[in-house]
C-alpha cells in the first residue's frame, strides 16, 4: 500500500462515519469507557478490533512481540494499572496466534541482540513446562503448544499484580486466554480456570489482606 493511500483511506473513513451518524466524532471525543482490555501480539496480521468486531471505544489495547506480560515491564504494568484502576475494564485478555514468530526464535537457538531478554521470558515458559512439551514428538504441535501455555503464563503474570488481586475482590474482574488462529481466522477461548488460578496465586503472590 502507498503511504498516501492511507491519507486517502482516512478520508473516506470519516465521511462513511459521519454518514452514519453526523455526531459520531463529536461523542468519540467526550471520553472513552472501553470493557475490554485486549494484550496481543503485535504481528500484522493479528488486528485486535478487528478479528473481534470491535469498534473505537470499545477495546483498550497492548501490543507487543508475542503478548508478553514481564513481570517487570513498565509499559505492560502501566496498561494494566489505567485499565484496571482508572477504566475499570472487567475483562481483561491475553490473545495469543498461532504462527507466532517471536515464540518460534524462542524455540531456537540463535543470539537475536535485544531481543534476547524479552524473549528469554518465552523460554522461562518453557522451562515451568518443560515435561508436558518435551512429551510432544511433533515440532509443529510442541510450537502450537508452547503458543498456548504462554498465554497461560501472561495471563498468571497479569493475575499476580495487586490492581488486579483487588479489583477481583471488589468486582467481578475475570481474565481470559485466547488465540487467534492464523490458518483459519477462528478466536479460541483457552477456558483458563480463573478463579483456581487465583487462588493457587494467592499462596503466594498475595498482596491484598
Ligand atoms: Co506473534
Request: proline share 3%; charged share 25%; with cysteine.
Amino acid at each position: 500500500m502507498d503511504i498516501n493511500q492511507i491519507f486517502e483511506n482516512n478520508r473516506s473513513w470519516i465521511a462513511k462515519k459521519l454518514e452514519n451518524d453526523e455526531h459520531y466524532f463529536e461523542k468519540l471525543s467526550e471520553g472513552q469507557t472501553p470493557e475490554f482490555l485486549y494484550i496481543g501480539c503485535s504481528d500484522s496480521r493479528v488486528t485486535a478490533e478487528e478479528l473481534m468486531g470491535a469498534a473505537p471505544g470499545q477495546v483498550f489495547v497492548h501490543r507487543n512481540i508475542a503478548n508478553m506480560i514481564p513481570n517487570t515491564d513498565l509499559n505492560s504494568m502501566s496498561v494494566i494499572n489505567y485499565a484496571v484502576v482508572q477504566l475499570k475494564v472487567n475483562n481483561i485478555i491475553v490473545c495469543g496466534h498461532y504462527g507466532c514468530g517471536g515464540v518460534k526464535a524462542a524455540m531456537q537457538q540463535s543470539d537475536l541482540g535485544i531481543l534476547n531478554p524479552w524473549l528469554r521470558n518465552i523460554r522461562d515458559v518453557y522451562r515451568i513446562h518443560k515435561k508436558e512439551l518435551n512429551a510432544i514428538e511433533n515440532e509443529e504441535n510442541r510450537y502450537r503448544r508452547l503458543i498456548e501455555l504462554n498465554v497461560l503464563e501472561q495471563c498468571i503474570n497479569i493475575i499476580k499484580t495487586a490492581e488486579v488481586q483487588k479489583a477481583s475482590d471488589e468486582r467481578c474482574l475475570k481474565v481470559h486466554g485466547w488465540i487467534f488462529d492464523i490458518h483459519t481466522g477462528k478466536l479460541i477461548d483457552l477456558k483458563i480456570d480463573f478463579p483456581k488460578i487465583m487462588e493457587g496465586i494467592k499462596e503466594i503472590y498475595r498482596i491484598t489482606p
